[in-house]
């Protein structure tokens, strides 16, 4: 039931309402209510208080049996509404007949009550509707049998024990199904805010592990490359060269990761040394490629950019959004770091060009050769990082071996769509 309750939520359905969990034992409070009832008509007929003659020639005995099988509905009222009603009004118009008790008027009054409450909803419809064709029916026949003004009063208590508890039970019904359907809906906003929250979190962790790797990794490649030509040459100047690499990329690599922190512990516009937080442009790409120069120096690695974008009417490069700008460079800062780690000695060319349509197209061509191990180790998250960027603007992203001018290469491609309106 749990699971299933937990399924409406999730499409909005409130559950139909049940009569009862389960049809069985009778529920404890009905127990409480037939043998209360019981013994109140036992004791009202022991004291002789009962509400008329008998009609028909009845014995008024039979008012008994009328209250004894009235206190038998009471006791499936809530696991069986239609079976107790059914019971209920021949047993009242029994009473009725033979002497009237008013412990069974009342009764039949709470079985009316509770079949509308705990029964189908197609029944909570028709039985008040069914109160008011039968109070009217009787009214018409009372006042045509019995020529008295008391006829009134007759009608008044006939209204009382049909719609008066008809109209009660749909009126707590609607008033519990409305607070059911209330609460269900806020279980579903809740559940879906703590869907959108996970969401939130998920995608923002996936956003700092990329930054993170983009702005460190790059820096600790060649730290790693570096030390480890450290390690294998024995000459006193390429090991100086070497450990000036290391240094200046240690050093470039902690302020990066300390803007890093600082953004991440206030998400505004200062680093944590109060300095702005620059976000990378396609303006530092010849600095981006002179660090990779530096680093690469000993590899047989060659870097040229080739920047085809057409100029404006100023004469620059038009400048693209910035999420694709921004995505742009840590593509372009990837992909050499990957150079650096697996590329054969030759040239890696980086173009950006800028397609008719205003897609911004990034292209890192390395020379491919089948190494035995990498320069540095890596994880293969660079690749995952790069192709969320581009997911994520809705481009164009491929990387893998490819046929060049030169031979085979490696190609890293991605089509970034560069406009504010597409982003």
């Not at 009328?66 to 118009?93: C, D, I, S, Y």
Request: glycine share 10%; aromatic share 2%; with cysteine.
């Amino acid at each position: 039931m749990e699971a299933a309750g937990r399924g409406a939520v999730l499409d909005g359905r409130v559950p139909a309402r049940s009569a009862v969990t389960a049809a069985g034992r009778p529920h404890r409070d009905d127990v409480l209510i037939a043998g209360g009832g019981l013994l109140c008509g036992l004791l009202l007929w022991a004291l002789g208080l009962h509400g008329g003659p008998s009609l028909l020639g009845l014995p008024p005995s039979l008012t008994l049996v009328a209250l004894t099988a009235m206190a038998l509905a009471e006791l499936v009222r809530r696991t069986a509404p239609p079976a107790a009603l059914a019971v209920a009004v021949p047993a009242l118009a029994l009473d009725i007949c033979s002497g009237t008790l008013v412990a069974t008027v009342v009764m039949f009054t709470d079985v009316v009550y509770a079949a509308v409450l705990y029964g189908s909803a197609g029944a909570a419809r028709r039985i008040p509707l069914h109160s008011v064709v039968a109070t009217v029916l009787g009214a018409a026949v009372l006042t045509a049998l019995w020529h008295d003004p008391q006829v009134v009063l007759a009608v008044i208590g006939l209204a009382l024990i049909t719609i008066a508890p008809a109209s009660t039970g749909l009126m707590i019904r609607e008033h519990r199904e409305a607070a059911e359907a209330a609460r269900l809906r806020a279980e579903r906003i809740a559940l879906l805010a703590e869907r959108d929250r996970a969401r939130a979190v998920a995608g923002e962790r996936a956003r700092m592990a990329r930054e993170l790797h983009d702005m460190v990794a790059n820096h600790l490649s060649a730290i790693a490359i570096h030390s480890t030509a450290a390690q294998s040459i024995d000459d006193p100047s390429a090991t100086r060269e070497a450990l000036g690499v290391i240094r200046e990329n240690s050093v470039q690599g902690l302020a990066e990761m300390r803007r890093l922190i600082g953004l991440l512990r206030d998400p505004g516009s200062t680093g944590a040394d109060g300095a702005p937080t620059a976000t990378p442009t396609l303006d530092g790409l010849d600095a981006l490629l002179d660090q990779a120069r530096t680093s690469g120096a000993g590899s047989g690695l060659t870097f040229v950019l080739d920047d085809a974008r057409a100029p404006d009417h100023a004469g620059a490069a038009p400048e693209p959004a910035a999420p694709a700008e921004l995505a742009a460079y840590r593509i372009v800062q990837e992909s050499l770091t990957n150079a650096l780690k697996h590329a054969a000695p030759g040239e890696v060319r980086v173009r950006l060009a800028r397609e008719p349509d205003g897609t911004l197209t990034v292209a890192v061509r390395s020379p491919f050769a089948a190494r035995p191990r990498p320069r540095a180790p890596g994880s293969g998250s660079g690749l995952i990082g790069m192709r969320e960027r581009t997911a994520l603007l809705g481009g164009v992203f491929r990387a893998g071996p490819a046929e060049g001018p030169d031979g085979r290469v490696w190609l890293v491609r991605a089509a970034l769509p560069a406009e504010e309106e597409a982003l």
